[in-house]
């Protein structure tokens, strides 16, 4: 019973506070259930980071990775970007430096480099064209002209958008450690329990996850075509957190997490108490050099072009 009184009396003073500072609060998918629930906006890496430039909020609470919050902040620079646990990383975005993005492109002169947005602003810096798993596939097809395209980090993203381009690409090592977890057995057992359910995965899944997949889709995708397919069972090969919001958006459907393991530890580490003291101390800021910052917005425009 207490417990319950004092979240009310977390959730109460964040909307004090929220309001007092004249900020926004942002929650990626995979946020926990009570991060989503204090959120003004919820969305995938590029959603929110659209919605940030949009807003007249001065503060932006980015719940979500560090990466995220950094391409908020380069589409936002007169915003303050915080973030209720800044040790909340990608360990896909960490698997690249801009150093390692610098020796791959002398080694292939000439070549168009296109990269995830799961990557630091300094990777992004050094990209051509930044693409999101909601358009890699356009970015690359729109490439048509160019011999060679590195594609970085994710080296099942590249996989899946070559097989669907086409076109052989440049990859790099980088994976998601989530992601991988979600294993083939894991969809035969789901889709035997659950024999009318359409089967919607993540381009970061394995390649023997992403072929079983009905749908290979972006967690914005997923939410979309919940929202719109006739489907009313779905067995969903993404991180955890996407089912809340799923479920809240569509409550005569049901959604199966097809493996209970796809949690993302850096995705959980960011509650409702930690927004809270975010907001008493505008803390951590998120801030991107004006050098750095100039550079990534080029391939991020470069990208928004394209589709
Ligand atoms: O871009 C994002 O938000 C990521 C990493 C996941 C997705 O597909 O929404
Ligand atoms: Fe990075 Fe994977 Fe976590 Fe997304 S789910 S933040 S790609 S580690």
Redesign the pocket.
């Known amino acids: 019973m207490k417990m319950i009184k004092e979240d009310k009396k977390v959730i109460t003073r964040i909307k004090e506070l929220k309001k007092k500072r004249n900020a926004v609060i942002l929650a990626h998918n995979?946020q926990l259930p009570e991060v989503q629930d204090i959120a003004d906006f919820r969305g995938d890496s590029l959603e929110l980071s659209r919605i940030a430039a949009k807003t007249e909020c001065e503060v932006i609470v980015f719940c979500g990775?560090y990466f995220m919050a950094e391409t908020a902040s380069i589409l936002s620079p007169d915003k303050k970007v915080i973030m209720p646990d800044i040790s909340a990383g990608?360990?896909?975005?960490n698997m690249m430096t801009a150093d390692d993005l610098r020796k791959l492109k002398k080694e292939h002169p000439g070549a168009v480099a296109v990269g995830y947005v799961?990557t630091s602003a300094a990777v992004k810096a050094e990209l051509d064209y930044c693409c999101t798993s909601t358009n890699a596939v356009a970015v690359v097809n729109a490439l048509k002209d160019k011999k060679d395209i590195i594609f970085v980090p994710d080296k099942y993203l590249a996989d899946y958008v070559s097989k669907k381009s086409g076109r052989k690409l440049i990859s790099w090592h980088g994976f998601?450690?989530?992601?991988v977890k979600i294993l083939p057995e894991d969809l035969i057992r789901e889709k035997k329990f659950h024999p009318r359910a359409k089967v919607m995965s993540h381009p970061?899944c394995l390649a023997a996850v992403v072929s079983q997949s009905e749908l290979v889709v972006s967690t914005s995708q997923m939410a979309k075509h919940a929202r719109e397919d006739s489907t009313k069972e779905f067995i969903v090969g993404t991180?955890a957190g996407l089912i809340y919001r799923l479920k809240q958006d569509n409550p005569t459907k049901e959604f199966y997490l097809a493996s209970e393991r796809a949690v993302?530890p850096?995705?959980k580490r960011t509650t409702q108490e930690k927004v809270l003291w975010a907001l008493e101390e505008l803390k951590d800021e998120v801030k991107v050099s004006e050098d750095i910052r100039k550079k990534a917005r080029r391939a991020i425009d470069r990208m928004l072009s394209i589709i």
């Open positions: 995979y990775v990608c360990p896909m975005a799961n998601c450690p989530t992601h970061e991180e993302c850096n995705m």
